[in-house]
Structures are given as C-alpha cells and as structure tokens.
C-alpha cells in the first residue's frame, strides 16, 4: 500500500477522490430540496444517516453557497403555509425552533402585528362556531321552550369552550384568544 493515504479523511485531501466521494451526497441532498425547502439542520440529520458528517458539512455549505439551501426561505415557507392553515405564533415559533431555524430568523418572520393574528383567530371561531350553530338547528325545534334555551346555552358554551381549546393548541396567545371569543 506503499504511499497512499489509507485514513478516509486523508483520501478527500486529494480533489478527485473528495469530488467522487461528495456527488453521491450533493445528488441526495438535490434530490431531497427537489421535492420541497428544508432547513439547514434538518437536511443535516437526513443526510448524515447515511452520509459522512465531514461530507455532509462540504455539500450543505456549497448548497448554501449557491442559495439552494436557505433557512431564511424555509422560514418564509413554513410561516406562510402556518399561518395559510390557521396556527398562531407560539405554533409557528416552536417548529421552527424545532428544525433549527435561528431565533432572529424566527423573530423576523413572526413580527406580524397583533391585528393579524387576532383576524386569524376571530376567522377561526367564525369558522367553528357557525357551522356548530347550524348543526343544532334541527334539534331546537323538538324541545320545551325553557329547556330548548338551557340547552342551547349549554351547547353554546361547551362549542365556545372547545374553539378556545383549539386555539390554544394551535399557538394564539391567551390575550388573542380572550379578544377572538368576546
């Protein structure tokens, strides 16, 4: 074996070995940015399951280099396709969070005035409390009079409890849902 480097490492120092050992991962990972944006760490963990940490590295900072890896993109994305499905703020922070999004990328991204999310939430309740309101209707109409109205609030007040339930769980402030639900 005489004078060649038998170390991995030592074999990427030389450029034709380090190309033949790079194109398999820049091909995998082009063929995972292919099918949608990712974040930077999050194309890491799928990569390195495979792939050489060292290799991983080259490639993704070439990839962002060439500006076909961006989390400042991924998090435009991700924050648009959120909001677009109704989740709120704490939600849409924690994912991105979650997939290594910076906190001064999530901060930009998430600095939507007040105004916004509280439309977002009071279409939410809109949305959850009318369809229950027609769904009752039928059901109204056989009972006492007096008691059609105690259940009627009752409904009223468990479909109310249930949609601030939901926004919580999707991420709205307690002070947005308060004002969503006056």
Known sequence: MGGEPTSPTARHNDPSDRDTAVKPVR???LRCLARREYATQELRQKLIRKYSP???ADVLGELIEQALLSDQRYAEMLV???I?????PRYIASELKQKGISAELIDEHLDISAEVWLE???QLVAKRLNGRARENEPEMAQASEHKQEEQARQRETAARERVARLLSRR???SDVIYKAMA
């Open 84 to 88: 677009n499905r109704g989740y709120g």
């Open 120 to 122: 977002q939430a009071q």
């Open 171 to 173: 991420g709205f402030p």
């Open 54 to 56: 060292d290799l991983v």
């Open 80 to 82: 648009c396709s959120r």
């Open 27 to 29: 091909n995998a990972a």
